[in-house]
């Protein structure tokens, strides 16, 4: 029989910590956003959904025999929901994580995918819906259990932003370069040339914990002149959220944080920061400057992080949600999700559903309130490709002149 406890202070899960990063990794999908320390810095640096109360943890840990089985890292919100205030409760670190999930290992998914369930589930009470965000089709949530679309509930989906991730399956950059479409390619090299030919250009890259809060802080002046910087993807709108990437930096973190910038003619232009973690490397965030979105330093940094990945011999390359169709031309593979919703009958959340639903069959498709927007960069370039010398380090900062690519057309 397995036993699901909820904890709403991760300090009282503490002693759970160990056993939760060993299970993670034991996983079919190991990642590092569903780590105990990860979960610690996302708690801090959560901000709270305007106009609702802050969030309150519900991390639910499966045992059985005294021994931790599995886990599901949930919060719940309050907000006022056509003039009524409704709780909804949805994924930890739903929009940030890649596809967040129950972790639990193969032999034992079933039996405690259904004990969560069990739990949630019988805890209607509390809340008004359970959403479920980003879940591929094979997600360790699936199937849903019977008494999730019957007893007074009423299951929705709704489509998320794909994913895309980049399989590694080439030895060098030149090799990968040479893989991508010949138009691009060709597309790529000419345009590069114009970036190799506007001025002296640099790298500057590092891991090292000394030497990435300058590198973080050039990182942070070139979104100031970014398109990201006249939306709410920008780092520097809100102090969570560069609290969020400074706290990712941290000693214990499972994320080796690496922070890469080209530099052209003394000016940074472009930033790239990626987390490697067991065999996989993630594209964090990236950056460039738009007044030279014309020798496209976003593609080039994007390049160098293909070069980190390539050569630090990861299995994949994790370009996270969103603008698939930019991402595609890089050979990535996109992964469709959807949102998991569960409404209870008669509450306020299932009424907004109601509601939105029929508007849309009248008068067609809308965004329904709440749902992911996706954002196109404004005046974004076409692709460019780079090699550089190997520049990411262990040590201080290296400053590194970049060589031409090799391969494709030129």
């Known amino acids: ?14 002693s759970f910590h160990e056993a939760m990063n060993a299970l993670n990794l034991a996983s079919a999908r190991p990642d590092p956003f569903s780590t105990f320390e990860f979960y610690g810095n996302f708690l801090r640096t959560i901000a709270p959904v305007p106009g ?13 025999a005294d021994q931790l089985v599995g886990y599901l890292a949930l919060k719940r919100s309050v907000s006022t929901v ?16 890649d596809s967040p999930h129950l972790v639990a290992r193969a032999d034992s998914l079933a039996a405690v995918r259904a004990a969560m369930y069990s739990y949630v589930l019988g805890r209607k009470g509390e809340w008004s819906l359970l959403e479920l965000g980003q879940q591929e089709a094979d997600s360790t949530l699936l199937p849903l259990p019977p008494q999730a679309t019957s007893g007074g509930c009423t299951f929705r989906q709704w489509p998320n932003l794909d994913s895309a991730s980049i399989a590694i399956r080439w030895q060098s950059l030149a090799a990968y370069f040479s893989a991508l479409s010949a138009r691009f390619r060709s597309n790529v090299s000419r345009q590069m040339r114009t970036l190799f030919a506007a001025g002296d250009l640099q790298v500057l890259a ?19 002149h970014s398109w990201k910087a006249r939306t709410d993807a920008a780092m520097t709108g809100e102090r969570q959220r560069i ?18 910038l080209l530099v052209l003619d003394d000016v940074p232009i472009a930033g790239l920061i990626t987390g490697a973690f067991d065999t996989g490397l993630y594209a964090l965030h990236i950056v460039y400057d738009e007044r030279f979105a014309h020798l496209a330093p976003g593609s080039a940094i994007l390049l160098l992080g293909m070069r980190l990945a390539i050569e630090g011999r990861y299995r994949f390359f994790n370009l996270l949600q969103g603008f698939g169709y930019y991402k595609t031309r890089w050979l990535a593979q996109m992964t469709g999700h959807q949102s998991l919703q ?25 965004a329904a309130e709440g749902a ?28 590194l002149r970049p060589e031409r690519c090799e391969g494709g057309d030129r």
């Open 52 to 64: 609702s109360a802050p969030p309150r943890l519900w991390l639910l840990l499966a045992f059985s």
């Open 206 to 224: 590092s891991s090292d914990p000394q030497t990435r809060a300058l590198l973080f802080a050039l990182y942070l002046g070139i979104e100031s």
């Open 82 to 97: 056509m003039g009524r205030p409704a709780a909804r409760i949805d994924l930890l670190t739903a929009y940030t994580a």
């Open 372 to 399: 992911p927007v996706h954002r196109t960069p404004h005046g974004c370039a076409h692709p460019r490709a780079l090699d550089v010398t190997p520049c990411v380090n262990a040590g201080p900062i290296r400053i």
């Open 342 to 366: 569960i409404y209870r009958n008669g509450t306020p959340f299932y009424w907004r559903r109601e509601l939105g639903d029929a508007r849309r069959r009248w008068f067609g498709t809308v």
């Open 1 to 14: 029989m397995i036993e699901v406890r909820c904890y709403h202070e991760l300090a009282d899960a503490e």
């Open 243 to 260: 609290e969020y990437y400074t706290g990712l930096m941290e000693e214990g973190q499972p994320m080796q944080i690496a922070i890469q």
